[in-house]
Nanobody
Framework: QVQLVESGGGLVQPGGSLRLSCAASSRISVSIYVMAWYRQTPGKQRELVATIRSGGSTNYADSVKGRFTISRDNAKNTVYLQMNSLKPEDTAVYYC?????????WGQGTQVTVSS
């Protein structure tokens, strides 16, 4: 059963913006789970980009602070990643992650390409 579905990736020019969405199934409540966005480029380890906890606190990788914003809509059971001032080095497959205790789930990923 697919539990996390990402969308919103695509091709954007440097300096542009994209908003990624992660729709969770009823098995996962984004208001309770620790929700996160990761990204990965070929040959590199998956990198944590941003997290949002049940209480609403957020954390960001230094490389995206001030440019990316993670948020959630509890009614829609969806998490977002607003990405502004995009750089070519932001190019990657972006994955949504949900975790609670020993449970963890990943989405299938969405490609983001920043290029002129």
């Amino acid at each position: 059963q697919v539990q996390l579905v990402e969308s919103g990736g695509g091709l954007v020019q440097p300096g542009g913006s994209l908003r990624l969405s992660c729709a969770a199934s009823s098995r996962i409540s984004v208001s309770i789970y620790v929700m996160a966005w990761y990204r990965q480029t070929p040959g590199k380890q998956r990198e944590l980009v941003a997290t949002i906890r049940s209480g609403g606190s957020t954390n960001y990788a230094d490389s995206v602070k001030g440019r990316f914003t993670i948020s959630r809509d509890n009614a829609k059971n969806t998490v977002y990643l607003q990405m502004n001032s995009l750089k070519p080095e932001d190019t990657a497959v972006y994955y949504c992650n949900a975790g609670l205790g020993f449970f963890e789930s990943w989405g299938q990923g969405t490609q983001v390409t920043v290029s002129s």
